[in-house]
Each structure stands twice: as C-alpha cells, then as structure tokens.
C-alpha cells in the first residue's frame, strides 16, 4: 500500500515515511492509494474480535508493507493495554436505540489517546529501526497536546514542542501539558487563538531549511496515522450496535474533522453507515457550509467546547478530495481560492454527495449547557460539553429512527468541570491517577504568536538539549 497526496504534486510513500512525514511537501495530507475492503461476511466474523484484534485486522493493510503482523500486534496490545478499562472504548445505552461510544478511557481522558498512544509506539519503533531522530511541532486546542505529550515523553529519539493558545485553554488541559516535566517535553503559551498556533506550525513545515534540519515531524490529526487507529473504533462500535445487519449512524462532535473523516475511511472499506451528523459549537464553519455550499471561515469564537473552538478544518481536505473522485486539480483550486480570500464554493454536485451521508447541527453554549443539563435528568448520565454537542446534533438530525445512532462521546466530562457543573450542578471527580492534578508543578515558555521568534525558540532548545 503506497500514499498519495491530495494536492498531487508530492512524491507516493510507504506508511513509515508517511507516518514521519505529516504534511505532504506540496502541501497536501496523505491519503492510502486505494481502501482495503470488508464485505458483510467478513464483518460478521469480526464480531467477536477483542478490541485489539480487532485493531490489528483493520489496521494491517495500511502498514503491512513495513510493520509485520507481529509488530503490529505488539504495538496495539501496549497501547490498549494501558487503557483503563478492558472493553478499551465501552459501547453505552442512552436513549432509544442510541448509544455513547466512551472515548476517554486514556490516559489524557479525550479520545485523542486512541491514536496518539498509538503513534507514540509506532514513530519509537519506526525510529529505532532506521537509527533516527525527530521534532515534533503540534498546536493544540486543548487535547490533542497532552494527548501528545503523554504519548511521547521521556523517548529518547523524540523531542516534542507543543503550542497552545495562551489563556485559551482550560485549566485542567493547561495543567496535563505543563505538569509533564520530562526533558523532552516543550510547552509553548503563545498569544492569539488556536487558528494562529496552527498558522505558525504550518509556516514552520513550509520552511523545508529548518524542516530538514531537525526532522520535524507532525501529530495533529493532518498525520494519516492518526486518523487509521480512530477507523478502529467505528468497526468496533458498529459491530457491537448491530452491524452488518444493519446500518448504523454516528455523531461526531466535531473540529478539525479528523475524528468524523475516521468514520468516512471506516465506510469506503465497507462497514455500513448510512448518516454522519457532525455537531459545532458557535464555530460552525462547517454548519455554514452544508447550509450554503460556500466554506468562509470567520473569526474564532471562545465557548465552552475549546477543544473545537476551530475555523479551518484541515481534514475536510481528505474528505472533499474523496468526493471529488480524487481530483487533485480541482481540490488545489478550492484550497488556492481559500488561500487568498478565505473562502470557496463547490458544485451543486458535491453538495448533493455530501448530503447522502452528512448533516449538521450546532449548538452556543447556553444550548450546550442546557442538554448536559437534561440529559443528566434524563438517565443520570453525565455528558462533558463536547460529548453533549454530540447528542443534541444526533436527537436535531437523525434521518431514520430504526436506525442505531451512535454518539462519539470525546472527552470525560472532568476535564471540563465548571462548564459541566454549571449545567448539572454535578462537579465531575477526576480519576484517580489525576487527583493531584492542581497540586503539581507546572512548566512552560510563552511568547508572543510570531513564527520567527518561535522558530528560533525551537532551535535554541534544541542545541541546548544537544539535539542539533
Ligand atoms: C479534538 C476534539 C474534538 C474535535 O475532533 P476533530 O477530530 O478535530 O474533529 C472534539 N472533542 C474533543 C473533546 C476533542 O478533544
């Protein structure tokens, strides 16, 4: 299996280099060349898979020319292994025919651990086999950075430079990034919002002198890897919900779109889902655009939800170059026009192919309080801020009520504590292996949002650190 880039104009890679790489050189993200198929019958034998079996079946193809079965294996039963709960991403009742698919059950309490456990494993392996080093560059609204730096601190190949919006993340997430005292570990409070840290991250992979230079590397959800471990969890969930005999619809609360692309790739290899109901906050770009047709991306907004406080949503590049039929030409002009005026329209066409499968609600933080709020009336559950989104978009959109819904629940609701008590007047405990979390010490640099002073930033540290 090789990969290809949307944008047509980067060389074909094998996953290793793929996994390493991130951003492709011209600017696209990395797509496998063709989808490994499941038919029904395969489907109903996976079935009785244990999480990690299930893992190493769906995962295989993509790697399989560099990572053996065995690897493979070994790396996915570490990762899982450290969950805190055997089921890995347990499948729970809400409502009618709706279900919670729990995806906090990591390390860092937000689904961004089912990949990011995973990559920390696979680039350590890929790097001690050919002897090498990396920096890794990410930006981070709030979970995907510890998400990272919990999946590589204290690896020796690795060194990891995390920046956040200053001031615009919670405290907890703050507090799981900066308490991670590792020597490896850098976190950067930069000023502006999260659109501007992803802004500098992308001027940093544009610049290939210091790109060559220390390696760089990317874990935000534009690195294929990423997106290839959370297809697992939509195999897994369906086949528990009923598949293959019958279809299944899902709710993603959603940002970046990387978590929803996940479940699109789960349904080219063919696993039944007939509706993705794709939940924003007061961010609704992506609301906007199924509305219009028209993407226009405006200035971000603070919520509740930070982990989705987002404008641009680099995935839906993935998502758009799969209903184009894979035509890059027609995906660089859309991606060039947004470039220079901040936004593009698509074809009456692409719009009916988007509505096949996709629709989308959003919810401001007085909506989003107010279904924690009665859902927790309701069943007892309590839902964190995003994972309710979730469930307002399923119960807003859902197209066929015979249908099994399931909602992506994406963090637990302690790490959004004073959103969720206000709504439920519930204060949600922190697991056990957290409780200390407000008492540790903390560590980070801040500097003012410029890619240049960042840029020397990152190179001074790695001198230091002996590193270049
Ligand atoms: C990252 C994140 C999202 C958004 O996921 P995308 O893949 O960027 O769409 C939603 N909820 C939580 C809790 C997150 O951490």
Redesign the pocket.
Known sequence: MKYISTRGNAPKLAFDDVLLTGLARDGGLYLPETWPQFSAADLAKMKDLSYVDLAVKVMLPFVEEVVSRDELTKIVTDTYGAFDTDDVAPLVKLGDNEYVLELFHGPTL???DYALQFLGRMFDHVLTKRGSKLTIVGAT????GSAAIEACRDRDNIEIFILHPKGKVSEVQRRQMSTVLSDNVHNIALGGNFDDCQNTVKALFADETFRDEVNLSAVN?INWARIMAQVVYYFWSALRAGAPDTSVAYA?????????FAGYVAKQMGLPISQFVIGSNANDILIRFIETGRMESKDVYETT?P??D?QI?S?FERFMFELLDRDSSALNDAMQEFKETGHFAVTDLFMERLKEVMDGERFDDAGTAKLIGDVYKETGYLL?T?SAIGVGAARARRWDKAVPMVILA??HPA?FPDAVKAASGVHPELPAHLSDLYEREEKYSELPGSFEITKAYIEKTLKERGKL
Do not use: R, W
């Open positions: 937000a689904f961004k609204s709030g979970d995907t959800s993603v609360p959603t940002g970046n779109f990387g978590n929803v939800s982990s989705m987002i949503s995935n964190d995003h994406t963090a790490k």
